[in-house]
């Protein structure tokens, strides 16, 4: 397996200061967890443990399922929400 090591890159985000400005264990409905064009100045990373919900980009939509991670950019319009149910651990994350 090929594998390079960029020092640069690694220099680069250890210079990163990250804030966390909300995070939480949710478990949340088609009727709470619902919104069209968000677009936040924060980063989201959801750790999707229960249920399915979905994010939607430019009319395409893609799935969250347990077991993954996923991560959101600050500055992306973005809709989302779920067919029944959804739990998951969420951090709103800036990075100044």
Not at 26 to 38: G, K, M, P, R, T
Not at 46 to 71: D, H, K, N, Q, T
């Amino acid at each position: 397996m090929p594998f390079e090591y960029n020092t640069e890159l690694i220099e680069n985000i250890n210079r990163w200061h990250m804030e966390i400005d909300d995070s939480g264990f949710v478990y949340l409905s088609q009727d709470n967890w619902f919104s069209e064009d968000v677009c936040s100045p924060y980063s989201r990373l959801y750790l999707v443990s229960g249920g399915e919900g979905w994010i939607e980009i430019e009319r395409e939509r893609f799935p969250r399922r347990p077991g993954y991670a996923y991560f959101i950019p600050a500055g992306l319009t973005f809709s989302y929400g779920c067919a029944d149910t959804l739990e998951k651990l969420y951090f709103h994350l800036r990075l100044v």
